[in-house]
């Protein structure tokens, strides 16, 4: 198991060091804003959504290392997703990271994102971890807003 705790480490500071998709996305169709007082990170999510599928998906802020590869990892893992898709993405890692037992039910298909397991034993750090995806939900309902007056 230790071994698969430094590979996690290791993503996580990859993509804290050279995070993916950290632009802001010119033709975005819907944006939002999130902030974790807690510890201080700050990232606006973008989106560019067309006939209900993510197309691109960027972020720009700043944060501590969890957040920051959280959102980067985040990122790289919507394009293509349909909303729903993403939907399910979203309370799939919202529970990975706060259930109380150990299970890896509905993990597998995780992919990647799975490296953030081991946020669950630092409470603290769930908030950073999460941070990205609730500003993404916010960002894909700010999105749903603007189809709907379109
Ligand atoms: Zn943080």
């Given at each position: ?16 060091k050279?995070?993916r ?45 969890i ?79 603007t189809?709907?007056?379109?």
């Amino acid at each position: 198991m230790s071994d698969l705790r430094d590979l996690y480490q290791e993503m996580i500071l990859d993509h804290c060091k050279r995070p993916r998709n950290f632009h802001k996305l010119e033709e975005a169709s819907t944006c939002a804003e999130g902030h974790n007082p807690l510890c201080g990170d700050r990232f606006t999510v973008y989106l560019n959504i067309k006939d209900g599928v993510v197309e691109d998906a960027s972020f720009q802020g700043g944060g501590c290392a969890i957040s920051t590869a959280s959102a980067s990892m985040m990122t790289e893992s919507l394009k293509g997703k349909t909303i729903t898709e993403v939907q399910d993405l979203f309370q799939k890692f919202h529970k990975l990271l706060t259930s109380e037992s150990d299970s890896q039910e509905g993990a597998p298909d995780l992919g990647k994102l799975l490296v953030f397991s081991g946020v669950r034993e630092f409470p603290v750090r769930v908030k950073c971890a999460t941070l990205a995806w609730h500003t993404l939900r916010a960002a894909l309902e700010e999105g749903l807003k603007t189809v709907t007056t379109e």
